[in-house]
């Protein structure tokens, strides 16, 4: 006689009515989300300022490539894009470890967008006052800032530092502020820090050499502006503080912008870093515990921007990584005028997780009888 067992299980399908329910909850999602994108009143209002701006930019660095080329050799392993805005491993100027794919993902004219932005959310407008502070270490940035400026048509008081981390502007003889001075005989730039400082450890060169810091001086002399020598590092950021409000001439500052990680701008190791990159209005009681050019902005109310972070600001305004070919200008969703609710996404996806989960747990039971004969071999399954 055959014998019969009953076996249950659970079925791993989904049934037909569910895949069609989630394909139309799908599809009717992406239609809200692509329906109640927000408007960016900051692009939409100052578009031709951000392309203005980048176009400025470019004009720069095409004019300082055959510059840097007859100064030094560019290396295309180094600089694939061949600007002459990477600089080199090592020279007696050079003060820090720096990151080089960070220094080669800043050629791009696209920043200079990316600064006007900024600038605008801050709220400046042409004939505002605003504080800068740059250093070698991002010469491209440093560009970018600048011919945001020079776009808008705000007024800058800039103080810079000479020396600069690896790959930056760390050629003997070509420093940014021989860029700055190069640009400005050219006519491509106005912009001329009111002071310069040697840079490096305490804003003095505690760590370069004698030799580096004659070079830097050279180049200094060369553009013909005042020197900072600050005796410690209390003293480098009071100075800077005390000629900002100098020149401010008793007006408020719209903005304070600064490029690079300076110790004297956003302080030391442990203290930099609770300053984020971007546009800043405040920071992690941390952050205030040294004296800072940046923290005294803060304190005072001035919104921060920080170009810093360069990879993670790249991403979140879709510019690319160490491009390897020149970018044009007007590319990269630093120009969209329309962006997603991240909030919106986040439900709609949330919400067809949970539809997915309910249809899947109400799949049916099925029951199969599985026939076995009187000699043990299975025969066709029966339902």
Known sequence: ???????????????????????????SAFLLAE????????VEENYTTMVTAARIMRDAMDTLQPIRAQREPINPEFDPQRSGLIGVSTS???????????????????????????MKQAGVEPGDKVAVTVSGSFPAMNLAVYSAIEAIGAEPVIIASASSSQWGANVPGLLWI?????????GKLSLKPI??????VEDRGVDLSAEGIALIKQSIDRADIPLLEPQDYQ????????????????????????????????????????????????APARAFAVETVMGHFIRE?????????????????NLPLAPL???AVGNGGVYNATTYRRWLAAVLGLGLFGLTWLIVRSARINSVFQRTGEDGKSVRPMV
């Open 1 to 27: 006689m055959a014998k019969y067992t009953k076996i249950y299980w659970r079925s791993s399908g989904v049934p037909t009515w569910g895949l069609v329910f989630l394909t139309i909850a799908a599809l």
């Open 235 to 282: 003293e480098a950021v009071a100075e800077r503080v005390a000629l900002f409000r100098e020149y401010a001439e008793g007006e408020k500052y719209k903005a304070f912008i600064n490029v690079g990680g300076g110790a004297t701008i956003v302080g030391p190791p442990g203290i930099d870093d609770q300053f984020k990159s971007g546009l800043i209005y405040d």
């Open 195 to 200: 002071a310069v400082s040697i840079g490096g």
């Open 35 to 42: 329906k109640l994108q927000q408007r960016d009143p900051v």
């Open 178 to 186: 021989d860029m700055e001075r190069e640009l400005r005989q050219r």
């Open 92 to 118: 007696p100027v050079t003060t820090t470890r720096g990151g080089r794919e960070s220094k080669q993902t800043t050629i791009n004219p696209n920043w200079a967008a990316v600064a006007v932005k900024l």
């Open 325 to 327: 070919e020149p970018v």
């Open 301 to 317: 109310g001035t919104p921060g921007i920080h170009m810093i972070g360069i990879k993670g600001l790249a991403e979140r305004y």
